[in-house]
């Protein structure tokens, strides 16, 4: 009988694997692989649905859990997002929210949906105290003094 080169993702380490063999996949230019990729992105889609945790976290708490699972430190989000070091740790110090470009990097990076990332929580930021989230953290100064 012959084994499966795939099978449902049973741990952490198999996802791992399944990602970033996908990752390799998703890069490469041959059409045969069509199938295969569409294979492990079933899997790994069941497996983030049945194991998702994202809900119950903001997106930075999100961030970081992600940077501690990858082995990833801030200066590395420097060419992922292609950000300076300054807006990096604004982000990561709740200063700063989350623009779109950053989401779709974060996500394509992460392979996690948009969604993760794409949720309201509150900034540390003098200039944005008044706001509830993020999602106006770009209002323009002049428009804040009403």
């Known amino acids: 009988m012959e084994t499966l080169k795939y099978t449902v993702i049973k741990d952490i380490k198999k996802y791992k694997k399944y990602c970033n063999i996908l990752e390799e996949l998703t890069f490469s230019k041959e059409q045969e692989k069509q199938d295969e990729v569409e294979l492990l992105t079933l899997l790994i889609q069941k497996w983030d649905i049945e194991h998702n945790t994202f809900n119950d976290s903001d997106p930075v708490k999100l961030l970081k859990n992600l940077m501690e699972d990858n082995d990833l430190k801030a200066k590395d989000l420097v060419s992922i997002l292609d950000l300076s070091k300054g807006t990096i740790s604004k982000i990561l110090n709740y200063q700063k929210g989350l623009s779109k470009e950053t989401i779709r990097k974060l996500s394509a990076y992460f392979k996690i949906s948009q969604e993760a990332f794409n949720r309201p ?26």
Do not use: G, P, Q
């Open 121 to 146: 929580y509150k900034l540390d930021n003098e200039v944005n105290r008044h706001f509830r989230n993020a999602s106006l953290m770009n209002t323009n100064k002049n428009m804040m003094k009403v």
